[in-house]
């Protein structure tokens, strides 16, 4: 018989015996055509299926020709009680792990740089990945290949998701927009303009006809998927950042969280806040419903994770809490069961819970690197300069509004200055080798000298009334500062004595300005692109330690005190 023929294909249950489907299929289709079709069926996602011919079992991605069949086929199905889940990481990496085993079935490794986020098909038979490098990718579950690419975005791309029937994917991206693509062809079909900074998070809403947008910008939108047009939008305040957006046959709502961990849910429509949940305490980093929208799940920096009840009108309190991670948690997923969680912090470690007890019973690792998640800080204003200490305990980070934050590097939480500048900040700089000293430039035209331990100004030195310090470096003995007349200025560090000053260094300000490792020399940038160095002959003694200079490019170079 010619192989364009149509082979009959007839499926049963091993255990029952029970006729599941009856299929006419080209002799170049393979078994995993089967699959999909018994998928649509029963509901059992590809990896769970295992199709018998008498005793073998058939390798789904070979052709039916290939295997010798020609007019008749039949097949039973076992279907195994396992669960697959996906990592993900920074270093690019994508692993996809049996639950049950915690074996490692497949390592995917096509991305550029790190992968933000990745989602299994409803049949699991392929997933879904968004990463960095502004692409999102659709992967075969079991050959490990890249089946389609989506380019577009010319940004990181944060999420990526497929619509209810597989033929659409949404991705959001930070380059401010969300994208819907064609699965078959990787054309994009619309773009979602209108946030004022970065897209986080896009999902379909649940009625089919509009999407659903979370942004850095600290706002949540609503978009008409045909005409891809906004049609609602809720804003918060500064301090606070919305990090999900959710959607139910109800309500659509948005999960805002503040810094000291309280975390808030808004229906978007009404912009009427419908949860408080008070617990965590630092910021949430991601949020995720359950299937049945009665539970939320939360992950924060504070390395826990805890399950909250939505059904409770009153007295909404945390329904359990899992902890022990290492070091922050960026992620926190449902299983399709919901009698698991599975969990990933910053440490590269993956945690599989049982809901019921709050027991750990798998751990995983195999990434090097943070898993899933990059921590996105926002100051009240924009951000103007940041400082890591010589110890690397913290940053420093300053905004041209004038408030100030220390950002532990351990576990990036966030403390703000109590002493806000009536000025711009301009430049933060700890002292060479100490991190508890460092210097800050305002627009009331001061450099200030902080103790790192209790935050408080041992000195301030002023540049003048008629100007303002851009940029400052110092040592234990000495600190110098551009300022925006163009002048450089040095101070001891003990008194706040002015040592020297150099008139006209730069003709449109000095906008950066570093000391050598010795000492001997400074070298400053301007506004008009150049550069100056400086050198030194005898100047003063101040404290013991010998300061010298002597003029080389300057003009205007004042010895005195």
């Keep these: 018989m010619p192989w364009n023929n149509n082979i009959k294909v007839f499926v049963t249950y091993a255990t029952s015996g029970t006729e599941i489907a009856s299929l006419e299929l080209d002799p170049c289709q393979s078994a995993q055509d089967i699959q999909q079709e018994i998928f649509r069926l029963t509901g059992a996602p590809a990896y769970r299926q295992r199709l018998l011919f008498e005793s073998d079992v058939l390798d789904p991605r070979r052709r039916l020709q290939d295997l010798g069949f020609t007019k008749e086929l039949r097949l039973t199905l076992i279907v195994q009680d396992i669960l697959w889940l996906a990592t993900t990481s920074v270093d690019g990496g994508v692993k996809i792990w049996d639950a049950n085993t915690g074996e490692q079935i497949q390592s995917l490794g096509g991305h550029q740089s790190g992968v933000r986020h990745a989602c299994f098909s409803s049949d699991g038979c392929t997933l879904l990945t968004a990463a960095r490098d502004c692409t999102a990718k659709i992967w075969n579950t079991l050959t490990g290949e890249p089946v389609e690419i989506f380019k577009g975005h010319t940004n990181a791309v944060y999420t990526a998701v497929f619509s209810e029937d597989g033929y659409l994917v949404l991705t959001a991206s930070y380059d401010g927009t969300a ?116 539970w939320l799940l939360t992950a924060s920096w504070d390395r826990s994770v805890k399950l909250w009840s939505l059904t409770q009108k009153k007295n909404r309190k945390c329904a359990k809490t899992f902890q022990g991670h290492g070091n922050g948690v960026v992620s926190a997923e449902f299983s399709s069961d919901m009698s698991h969680i599975v969990t990933a912090a910053s440490d590269g470690a993956t945690k599989i819970w049982n809901v019921q007890s709050g027991e750990c019973v798998r751990t995983l690792k195999g990434h090097g690197a943070v898993v899933n998640h990059e921590r996105q800080i926002r100051l009240d204003g924009p951000l103007s300069s940041l400082s890591l200490a010589p110890d690397q305990s913290e940053v420093l980070a300053v905004s041209t509004l004038g408030s100030a934050s220390m950002i532990r590097s351990k576990d990036l939480s966030v403390k703000p200055h109590s002493q806000v500048s009536p000025g711009a900040l301009y430049d933060v700089a700890h002292l060479a080798n100490i ?25 301030r030195c002023s540049v003048g009334t008629r100007a303002y310090p851009l940029a400052a470096c110092g040592t234990e003995d000495i600190f110098v500062a551009g300022a925006t007349d163009g002048r450089l200025l040095c101070w001891d560090c003990s008194m706040g004595q002015k040592l020297w000053h150099i008139d006209n260094a730069h003709k449109g300000g000095a906008t950066s300005v570093k000391l050598a490792s010795n000492v001997r020399f400074v070298v400053s940038g301007g506004a008009e692109g150049d550069r100056r160095e400086g050198a030194t002959s005898v100047l003063r003694d101040v404290r013991g330690v010998r300061f010298q200079r002597k003029q080389t490019q300057q003009d205007g170079i004042d010895r005195t005190n």
């Design 435 to 459: 991190s508890d000293h460092f210097l800050t430039c305002s627009g009331d035209s001061l450099v200030t000298l902080w103790d790192a331990n209790d935050y408080t100004a041992k000195l």
């Design 179 to 294: 994208r819907l693509w064609y699965v078959l062809t990787g054309e994009c079909i619309k773009t979602f303009s209108g946030h004022n900074d970065g897209v986080v998070s896009a999902i379909f809403a649940h009625d089919g006809l509009s999407i659903l947008t979370a942004s850095v910008d600290r706002s949540a939108k609503i978009w008409d998927l045909q005409t891809a047009e906004c049609v609602q939008t809720l804003t918060r305040p500064r301090g606070e950042v919305i990090v999900s957006v959710f959607s139910t046959p109800v309500q659509n709502w948005a999960l805002s969280t503040l810094q000291e961990g309280t975390a808030k849910l808004w229906n978007i429509k009404t912009q009427q806040c419908v949860h408080t949940l008070k617990g965590h305490h630092t910021y949430i980093t991601s949020a995720t419903l359950s299937p049945d929208a009665n």
